[in-house]
């Protein structure tokens, strides 16, 4: 009996609900998920405030206080590269083998077919809301951004000072 | 009796009537043209749909459609760098010796000029409409864009569903 | 109550009973481990058969027979880096925060002591026998390499064909 | 007694009298001054048009003008790096070692102070005026951009064609 | 009826007469040939003497030599990658589309068949004989070396000054 | 009146009384020298045990104990790059604009030749003797090292342990 394994490419700056919904969704239809965490090699950045250990963390916690088997998950950072092309050969040096590939992501899905693997898509509630770019939002204007991440995340972000951070590298103007 | 060859550069995303006209123009100036398809490691982006391999076909079926003596012409693949600077000194690597550089790019022309190198114009009649910035935008438009290249290219682009990618590239959002 | 990680880096080509041993030693004075899949960007080399997918996917099937907790272990591939004196920061960027590292390799732990790190010694027993050069060895001999990994793992480099692969390796001549 | 060092950042595309003015207030301070020339890698670009060699040439010329006592200043060319967090590490290992950190740059000042260092505010006069952005502004629209820079830095400029090759950058297209 | 095209891979350090037999063999079995410059970003070193344009211009040289319809040649520089697991998928990017692979390298060849290709022998004569390897040991014994490889690339490695850079090369002692 | 500039590449690991010489005599014929300190992004090894910024810290030191004005000095960090043949144009880019080229190194005088530039040779005394490797073996085997460099490069790099950071080196195993 083989195992079943489902691919889910997030970049989880930070990991929010709607992560939680869409990997509840795939070990319902897999025996195992392996979560990637895209866009590794950033950090600092507006949109990619946090490093890859500090997101490999939160992903950790947010499978703890989900209660998932952690032996179903694999967790594996893997980063961009200029050649879009060969970012599937990347994804399958870096992860474990998976037969399933679970993305809306148009580029994702496009590289992943063209390479021959089976799609699916990631059937989300609200997407606007429960977003990464609307948590790093409500963290800039000082709304609340913690309803939309579980508390494990919330806190652990608060721990590092993630709102100091984010909020630096709004001020900066490194083209001066 | 030494050979003179002639150094063109593009980035052929795809190679267009534009393309075709510069490249007989130059057969009539030299003995021989050098073909650099630059941002080589690039593709599967809005600006640059195609893979170099793919590139590298569509350019061959062009100077095959065109009847040009193939031994004339060769075909390099050059990447970008971000030292600019270092970008002429990589061609010389990667390409046959040259006499002249045709470019009406103002960076390409200043970074060969800087080198030491002649530089010459390319005349292209309706620059506007030849470009392959205007073939992209007929494709996604949903558009006449077969007008704009070779036939050849044409059917190319629709053997490996090249419109199909480009749609999907315009639908992606990697910054979320 | 904060929790105290230990960091254990290895390359895991492939886990064998000694990393078996440390793992456990950690696991009794740490309350959780980072477990680094160092060089993690090499494979099919004579040294490096297996990918980083490879090795993560044997390291969780270790974790597991040993009836290890899989919350308490976390598994983070790291790049070699040509500039030694930057490694560490960037172990720093892909792990999880940690307290101590444990090394017996002296360039690690040198590195990690200029960087101002605790680091302490990982007593192996028969460290000749348990290591995994002998266990590539024996594989290329024809010897009995089994005894020196756990069983999962065994299974694991049979169904992927390691041994096949690690043949292939060592009859190639790429300077020709 | 030990020497105490700042270290001071900036892209020095081109230096001006605000670079000036904070290099004197940093020999002030402390013993001697690191001089990191950031960016390192770009050149021919509108933001950055001039090479590390040129930046270095000036920043020699600048201290030079000034009358600063040579054996007091480092100049250190660094390179961007796309994980940020791990930048503070190379220029650790590009530099002499260093005790403050002078900068107004948000996320350069945050990376530091993740890193544990301490970082000084730079108090500049007339930010507005004297920036590097407003000397490549005025070159670009013919106006007087000589009076922001030190004579020698405008006269090597002008040695180089600084604005003829700035000039070349601003009628690029290379997405076409 | 679609057209079959084989890969065949080389370092051309430099073309060979055992190189010219392989092509021979690979256009009687198929439509069109693949030569991938492989090793592409190497040049000045003992085993990788000639810079990837030299190599693209003795290949072209020894086509014409032999009197090949260039229509049916595609040349396609492929640099190496240190991680070998994603090198299938650099070559799939740079090359024109190929249904099989012809190959002698054993590493080579495992890299394709594990990516699901058709991986074929090249039948060498006199392998030892007709090497890159013995060219080079021949250039710097002062042998003759011109026996093993066609005219016109004998001619071009002494137009060049190609047994000259060699010489250079034995002579280095980088780690001084 | 142009300034005439002399170009010497080194990798100072560390620098001893050879280099001394060298920049001595490089001074008599040329009004200013740009020192190299070649390999830069090299440390923590057997034969490039230092770190870039601990080398531009020695070669300053070594200035200063020489009386040499620092004015007519330009030290330059320039790394290795694979591409051989690329380096010259790395070396023009970081460094500012240079005359002649001072070396005895073959592969260095090559690239500089085949570039057009002019290339002496650096008259060493005893060059066995007063090399780096000689130094650093010294350092190994416990014997006089002090006696072949200049006294504050000896006080430096006992200041940062630097005999004890070479002997880690030497019991590192990368490989197992």
Tied chains: 1, 2, 3, 4, 5, 6.
Excluded at 103 to 109: A, G, K, M, V
Aim: glycine share 6%; net charge positive.
């Amino acid at each position: 009996m083989t195992i079943k394994r489902g691919l889910f490419v997030g970049r989880f700056q930070p990991p929010h609900l709607g992560h939680c919904e869409a990997i509840t969704k795939l070990l319902k239809e897999m025996d195992e998920v392996v979560i990637v965490i895209g866009s590794s090699q950033f950090s600092h950045e507006l949109s990619n405030p946090f490093t890859t250990g500090e997101r490999m963390t939160m992903v950790k916690k947010v499978l703890d206080e989900m209660g998932v088997d952690p032996r179903r998950c694999h967790i594996v950072p893997v980063p961009d590269v200029e050649t879009h092309s060969i970012w599937v050969s990347l994804v399958r040096t870096y992860a474990p083998s998976f037969d399933v590939v679970y993305s809306n992501e148009p580029l994702t899905r496009r590289l992943f077919e063209e390479a021959g693997l089976t799609v699916r898509n990631v059937p989300f509630h609200q997407r606007e809301l429960y977003s990464a770019t609307e948590v790093r939002r409500r963290m800039l204007a000082g709304e609340r951004w913690r309803d939309l991440v579980m508390k494990s995340v919330a806190d652990y972000v608060e721990s590092i000072d993630g709102v100091g951070r984010l909020r630096a590298l709004t001020r900066t103007d490194k083209a001066s």
